[in-house]
């Protein structure tokens, strides 16, 4: 191996860099970005900083004669193509930084006596005969998604191809520019002068060039422990990569599978990333597919209690099952027994079926944003809004192997009213009727090798919420639950106050929402979203008016009693709250009482006065609510008192 230490003027003298397809995409965000600023800052004029490890594999001239738009530059100006083994985070960071100092040059000047034009051709890109044409320094491999996106979201280069993909990378690609243009914009001519000096000639990088003898995607995956570390769906890709070249197959099935792997982590990339809000979890979405691809090899068939045999699957370390006992050399290899061997054939099986499974994970996990039907994206959302972590490889599973509209909105609905009748029984678990992880991932499993159709999946469903209905000590445990625990403990408070302000949106035959989920379930010091209208801090003179004669005991009764719990349209200052009941309505030419917020809260407006009798009539009315929209019987308007805490009151 050569090793030097330079400067990144040095670094980038005769050399063209790309990223190549095993790596991971730019995924520094913003504690990444301001380490590595702060330590530009604090870096004095006259001191180097040692900025890391800079490896690279020379790119042969078999691979680089391909590339249409940089070969010019190698054969004619006798640049050296390299490969970013490791240190493509700081390398990358390091060219948009100069290139946001470009862009905040003013038109005309030169920086440290040098052209704009010489630091675009020696850090962004050269032209050929100061044509059109681009041979870009530094970027991505080709069929990368982030390579147009580097040219054109950040270097605002144009381009002829139409960028297919955003990705959570290119997203982190955008902030860094954005991290760095806001921070740029302010300094003087000086300053920028001072950054891009210690940027270009006071960052040290430790160079290590690979020789042909040493593998480079091990290399790539050894080296990974500094920075942000890899992800198991990163390491994965490299893994399988470096794979792809190992089997005994003709030259075009290796590049049509190497091609696949790809593709594959393109679509999966994108569509983890596509909700820039709420990017979906890498290892999540591997471990839910895995749990159901690789169930045969998973079972532990010692073990007799099938309960325990899927739990034990489910939680098993998946991670460590797919990188040292799966795919590994060995495995591979033409002489490897049976029973571990991988063929060709297998892993293009298994990259297809998480290419499948991603694009169904997304609109699984964002129904509002995908082309699922609008019933579908309704049901779906709800069980995002409840939490369906136990039930994600079921539901992943039945909308892959089951089409049909109706069928698919009877499991959904089947699923959501288990959710919610679970949620209801903190001891849920001591009853056999109750689903746990290895129960409905058994189901997801024959789904998914057809021993069980989709109508007797939902059947299953239905029938365990039905025979925890009908369980004898069911009831009664729920009315002691929530008398001794009070409905503002609840976990399922918020969903359920959600759902009954749906109902009276429907009621109100207007689409208009007035109540949003994000804003709605956000935690913030000292903002509420679930209002306690009869307050905890009761000392206005109306509030000891009306609830006068009443026991410490029983005024805190009343005040968690579900009756007297409102969802709020828009999260409000808890001081808010103390206020006496006309205030809360709203009067005069206030904007922010019930009268103004959503349908839940236009209808307490309604009332006159808030007192322990209203408190128990609206508990009443929606326990029924309750009764009517999950189908389940709570008793009579006694038992419910008892419910609701307040049997006290006649």
Same mark, same amino acid.
Not at 273 to 285: A, V
């Given at each position: 191996?050569?090793?030097?230490?330079?400067?990144?003027?040095?670094?980038?003298?005769?050399?063209?860099?790309?990223?190549?397809?095993?790596?991971?995409?730019?995924?520094?965000?913003?504690?990444?970005?301001?380490?590595?600023?702060?330590?530009?800052?604090?870096?004095?004029?006259?001191?180097?900083?040692?900025?890391?490890? &800079?490896?690279?594999?020379?790119?042969?001239?078999?691979?680089?004669?391909?590339?249409?738009?940089?070969?010019?530059?190698?054969?004619?100006?006798?640049?050296?193509?390299?490969?970013?083994?490791?240190?493509?985070?700081r390398?990358?960071?390091?060219?948009?930084l100069?290139?946001? $100092?470009?862009?905040?040059?003013?038109?005309?000047?030169?920086?440290?006596?040098?052209?704009?034009?010489?630091?675009?051709?020696?850090?962004?890109?050269?032209?050929?005969?100061?044509?059109?044409?681009?041979?870009? /320094?530094?970027?991505?491999?080709?069929?990368?998604?982030?390579?147009?996106?580097?040219?054109?979201?950040?270097?605002?280069?144009?381009?002829?191809?139409?960028?297919?993909?955003?990705?959570?990378?290119t997203?982190?690609?955008?902030?860094?520019?954005?991290?760095?243009?806001?921070?740029?914009?302010?300094?003087?001519?000086?300053? &920028?002068?001072?950054?891009?000096?210690?940027?270009?000639?006071?960052?040290?990088?430790?160079?290590?060039?690979i020789?042909?003898?040493?593998?480079?995607?091990?290399?790539?995956?050894?080296?990974?422990?500094?920075?942000?570390?890899?992800?198991?769906?990163?390491?994965?890709?490299?893994?399988?990569?470096?794979?792809?070249?190992?089997?005994?197959?003709?030259?075009?099935?290796?590049?049509?599978?190497?091609?696949?792997?790809?593709?594959?982590?393109?679509?999966?990339?994108?569509?983890?990333?596509?909700?820039?809000?709420?990017?979906?979890?890498?290892?999540?979405?591997?471990l839910?597919?895995?749990?159901?691809?690789?169930?045969?090899?998973?079972?532990?068939?010692?073990?007799?209690?099938?309960?325990?045999?899927?739990?034990?699957?489910?939680?098993?370390?998946?991670?460590?099952?797919?990188?040292?006992?799966?795919?590994?050399?060995?495995?591979?290899?033409?002489?490897?027994?049976?029973?571990?061997?991988?063929? #060709?054939e297998?892993?293009?099986?298994?990259?297809?079926? &998480?290419?499948?499974?991603?694009?169904?994970?997304?609109?699984?996990?964002?129904?509002?944003?995908?082309?699922?039907?609008?019933?579908?994206?309704?049901?779906?959302?709800?069980?995002?809004r $409840?939490?369906?972590?136990?039930?994600?490889?079921?539901?992943?599973?039945?909308?892959?192997?089951?089409?049909?509209?109706?069928?698919?909105?009877?499991?959904?609905?089947?699923?959501?009213?288990? #959710?919610?009748i679970?949620?209801?029984?903190?001891?849920?678990?001591?009853?056999?009727?109750f #689903?746990?992880?290895?129960?409905?991932?058994? &189901?997801?499993?024959?789904?998914d090798?057809?021993k069980?159709?989709?109508?007797?999946?939902?059947?299953? $469903?239905?029938?365990?919420?039905?025979?925890?209905?009908?369980?004898?000590?069911?009831?009664?445990?729920?009315?002691?639950?929530?008398?001794?625990?009070?409905?503002?403990?609840?976990?399922?408070?918020?969903?359920?106050?959600?759902?009954?302000?749906?109902?009276?949106?429907?009621?109100?035959?207007?689409e208009?929402?007035?109540?949003?989920?994000?804003?709605?379930?956000?935690?913030?010091?000292?903002?509420?979203?679930?209002?306690?209208?009869?307050?905890q801090?009761?000392?206005?003179?109306?509030?000891?008016?009306?609830?006068?004669?009443l026991?410490?005991?029983?005024?805190?009764?009343?005040?968690?009693?579900?009756?007297?719990?409102?969802?709020?349209?828009?999260?409000?200052?808890?001081?808010?709250?103390?206020?006496?009941?006309?205030?809360?309505?709203?009067?005069?030419?206030?904007? /922010?009482?019930?009268?103004?917020?959503?349908?839940?809260?236009?209808?307490?407006?309604?009332?006159?006065?808030?007192?322990?009798?209203? $408190?128990?009539?609206?508990?009443?009315?929606?326990?029924?609510?309750?009764?009517k929209?999950?189908?389940?019987?709570?008793?009579?308007?006694?038992?419910?008192?008892?419910?609701?805490?307040?049997?006290?009151?006649?």
């Amino acid at each position: 191996m050569d090793t030097q230490l330079l400067t990144l003027s040095k670094i980038f003298t005769e050399r063209l860099f790309r990223i190549p397809d095993y790596q991971r995409g730019y995924a520094w965000t913003d504690k990444q970005l301001k380490d590595f600023w702060n330590d530009i800052q604090q870096l004095e004029s006259d001191r180097n900083h040692y900025t890391g490890v &800079l490896t690279l594999e020379s790119v042969s001239a078999d691979v680089y004669r391909k590339w249409d738009d940089d070969y010019w530059i190698i054969d004619a100006k006798g640049f050296q193509p390299f490969f970013v083994v490791d240190g493509q985070q700081r390398l990358t960071t390091a060219i948009i930084l100069i290139h946001v $100092i470009l862009e905040h040059l003013p038109s005309g000047e030169m920086l440290n006596y040098t052209e704009r034009a010489d630091i675009q051709r020696k850090f962004i890109f050269d032209s050929k005969d100061n044509g059109i044409s681009r041979s870009y /320094v530094f970027g991505y491999e080709k069929d990368n998604p982030s390579y147009e996106f580097l040219k054109t979201r950040v270097f605002c280069e144009r381009s002829s191809t139409a960028i297919s993909q955003e990705t959570v990378y290119t997203h982190n690609l955008t902030q860094a520019k954005q991290f760095f243009s806001d921070r740029v914009k302010a300094l003087s001519r000086s300053h &920028l002068e001072t950054l891009y000096r210690k940027i270009t000639q006071h960052l040290l990088f430790n160079i290590f060039t690979i020789s042909e003898d040493v593998d480079v995607c091990v290399a790539f995956e050894t080296m990974n422990n500094r920075g942000k570390p890899l992800s198991y769906l990163e390491l994965l890709k490299n893994r399988l990569i470096y794979l792809s070249v190992k089997f005994d197959a003709l030259d075009y099935e290796r590049e049509k599978l190497r091609r696949a792997i790809n593709d594959c982590w393109k679509a999966i990339y994108h569509n983890l990333g596509r909700n820039k809000e709420r990017p979906l979890d890498d290892d999540r979405f591997l471990l839910t597919h895995y749990v159901v691809y690789f169930e045969k090899a998973i079972a532990d068939e010692s073990q007799t209690d099938e309960p325990m045999r899927y739990r034990r699957r489910y939680q098993a370390d998946y991670a460590s099952d797919l990188l040292e006992k799966r795919f590994i050399p060995k495995n591979v290899a033409a002489d490897a027994t049976p029973d571990v061997r991988i063929s #060709l054939e297998d892993m293009y099986q298994y990259v297809s079926s &998480l290419q499948e499974a991603v694009e169904m994970w997304y609109k699984m996990c964002n129904p509002l944003a995908s082309d699922l039907s609008p019933d579908t994206q309704m049901w779906l959302d709800k069980l995002n809004r $409840i939490g369906m972590d136990q039930f994600q490889p079921l539901v992943l599973v039945f909308l892959q192997c089951v089409s049909a509209e109706s069928k698919r909105i009877a499991f959904l609905q089947a699923v959501e009213r288990y #959710l919610f009748i679970y949620s209801l029984y903190y001891y849920g678990y001591r009853y056999p009727y109750f #689903l746990d992880g290895s129960k409905t991932l058994q &189901l997801a499993i024959d789904l998914d090798n057809n021993k069980l159709t989709g109508e007797k999946v939902t059947r299953a $469903i239905s029938d365990i919420t039905s025979a925890s209905l009908k369980h004898p000590h069911f009831i009664k445990e729920l009315r002691d639950r929530f008398k001794s625990e009070s409905f503002y403990d609840w976990t399922g408070i918020r969903y359920f106050l959600f759902e009954y302000n749906l109902d009276l949106q429907s009621r109100s035959k207007t689409e208009r929402r007035k109540i949003f989920w994000p804003e709605f379930t956000e935690q913030k010091i000292d903002f509420v979203s679930v209002e306690h209208i009869y307050p905890q801090q009761a000392r206005h003179p109306y509030w000891k008016t009306h609830f006068d004669g009443l026991a410490q005991k029983q005024r805190t009764a009343l005040r968690n009693s579900l009756g007297n719990l409102l969802p709020l349209s828009k999260p409000k200052n808890s001081s808010l709250s103390n206020k006496p009941f006309p205030e809360k309505v709203g009067k005069g030419d206030s904007v /922010v009482g019930y009268r103004y917020g959503c349908y839940a809260e236009n209808e307490v407006a309604k009332v006159t006065d808030w007192t322990p009798e209203e $408190i128990l009539k609206r508990g009443l009315k929606v326990l029924s609510f309750m009764e009517k929209r999950w189908e389940l019987e709570l008793g009579d308007d006694k038992s419910k008192k008892i419910m609701l805490g307040l049997d006290f009151l006649t």
